[in-house]
Nanobody
Framework: QVQLVESGGGLVQAGGSLRLSCAASGRTFSNYAMGWFRQAPGKEREFVVTISFSGGSTYYADSVKGRFTISRDNAKNTVYLQMNSLKPEDTAVYYC??????????????WGQGTQVTVSS
């Protein structure tokens, strides 16, 4: 049983930063690979980043590489997405996922409800 709750979204100016958090339940949290996806209005869900269960391996979409950083603290059952140098095109609902290390959303078993990130120019 895994439940995910995202937080930390909001409105930020271009060039600013936000940190998203994903709080997970379950004693087996550390056994799950995790990911972040995003979905803009009228667009398909887009891969952002994934992280292995141990945190030792990560893979980023080219669009966010060098600006976003994923991390996890298994002791706190929390995954983070630090977003720097934000651009208007980063505007989307961001979803935390669990259960896979991959780029396809169908590979993941669990999803949070999402948190809105809006970047103004």
């Amino acid at each position: 049983q895994v439940q995910l709750v995202e937080s930390g979204g909001g409105l930020v100016q271009a060039g600013g930063s936000l940190r998203l958090s994903c709080a997970a339940s379950g004693r087996t949290f550390s056994n799950y690979a995790m990911g972040w996806f995003r979905q803009a209005p009228g667009k398909e869900r887009e891969f952002v980043v994934t992280i292995s269960f141990s945190g030792g391996s990560t893979y980023y979409a080219d669009s966010v590489k060098g600006r976003f950083t994923i991390s996890r603290d298994n002791a706190k059952n929390t995954v983070y997405l630090q977003m720097n140098s934000l651009k208007p095109e980063d505007t989307a609902v961001y979803y935390c996922t669990a259960g896979a290390y991959g780029l396809d959303p169908e590979e993941y078993d669990y999803w949070g409800q999402g948190t809105q990130v809006t970047v103004s120019s």
